[in-house]
DNA sequence: AGTGACTATTCCGATTAGGAACACTACTCT
DNA sequence: AGAGTAGTGTTCCTAATCGGAATAGTCACT
């Protein structure tokens, strides 16, 4: 029975089995600031179809109301929900991560335009690591209080300090690797900008 | 001229400005060995559909040869295909990584398995990551020799070793989230396998 | 001749990306 | 009051991408 629903699915019937009930909408917005940082932000149609699956398949129930003069779906896990999740858990291998890093497939093929112009980029990279970095520092400051063992936000908050390791360790490597790009031109040209 | 041709098709472009003349089986090869690691190692079906695009944009030449009784074509990028690499590499933006890790999604959710079942994968994850870093360590032992400034491989060579710091923190990580982990049961329980 | 392994390409269905479009609410500014 | 604009909520569309099956020929070994 739970063969069939893409990982996304479990992404968002996981990301019910904290809050309450949440709307397509709310789900987007939760996604944006915590699954995107370690899985992807999911496009807003790809959301709605993914609860209209797990809708047909039971594991969360659609309320639909009227609220004002319009509808609004809302959606809950079911026990049936927390059930199919628990055993993708317990009964399929998590995989191997996935890395889309568009900055290391440039540095790639670094050789077909000037290092300045790839220190440029590399430099780029470092003030948007920065940027993600306070980001997710923020989130993480959102947790506080509720992520002892045992407390809802425990794991979350786990996950948040590996995403800080992870942005600070990446932050790390670039800077290696304008180390090593400045030993290229350090005999016959000062390169600096 | 440039601005409809996706991210992997540059990223093939990329691989032909090494080689020479490759086939798109070869290509599928090549990107299984190093793109793999950092970008995707994208589908047969995808190489070739990349292939025909550039070719039809005079990116790259399809050389169709009967080797033997059956039609074999090779790809070589043009001087378009190095001229449009270059201006993609100059005028657009790297963007951000975007990092799809099943196992960070899964211990988000940790709190609705038991903790030994999140351990156990954490310890799993870290036996993939020795084996991603064998693989990866060849890699980059595979280009020495060329690997200094000025030479063939030095860019490769400089993505292969941001590759392995990479495996290596995230190897860290891990154990972190799992030292985490074990002070949860700390005083309850004596927790191991 | 037969089997299996490798090279090479095409085809197919489903998933995903990424927004645009639509519609309604609520707030501010004039 | 009316206009503008920001936010909420949902649907729809197109292209990209995934992942593998299907096809088909070559080569080596038995």
């Known amino acids: 029975m739970s063969q069939d629903i893409p990982v996304t699915g479990y992404a968002i019937l996981g990301l019910l089995t904290f809050g309450d009930e949440l709307t397509g909408y ?3 917005q939760r996604a ?6 370690y899985w992807v932000s999911p496009a807003m149609s790809q959301i709605y179809t993914e609860l209209r699956r797990l809708s047909d398949h039971g594991l969360v129930t659609a309320d639909v109301r009227t609220d004002g003069g319009r509808e609004v779906t809302t959606y809950a896990i079911t026990g049936a929900g927390q ?5 993708w858990m317990d009964t399929t291998p998590a995989g191997f991560p996935v890395l889309k890093h568009p900055v290391l497939l440039r540095l790639l093929v670094g050789h077909v335009t000037e290092p300045e112009r790839t ?11 920065d940027r993600a970095l306070v980001d997710l520092a923020q989130v993480r ?3 506080r209080g509720a992520d002892e063992p045992g407390q809802p936000f425990r794991f979350p908050s786990l996950v948040a300090e590996w995403g800080l390791d992870y942005f600070d360790a990446e932050r790390r490597h670039t ?3 304008l180390a090593s790009l400045d030993e290229t031109g350090a005999g016959d ?3 600096t900008a």
């Open 32 to 37: 944006d600031v915590t699954l995107r940082f």
């Open 26 to 28: 709310e789900i987007k």
């Open 175 to 177: 800077h290696r690797a």
């Open 119 to 129: 220190r440029q980029m590399l430099h780029e990279y470092v003030a948007e690591l």
């Open 141 to 143: 400051e959102s947790l």
């Open 83 to 87: 059930a199919a999740l628990r055993e």
């Open 189 to 191: 040209t000062e390169a």
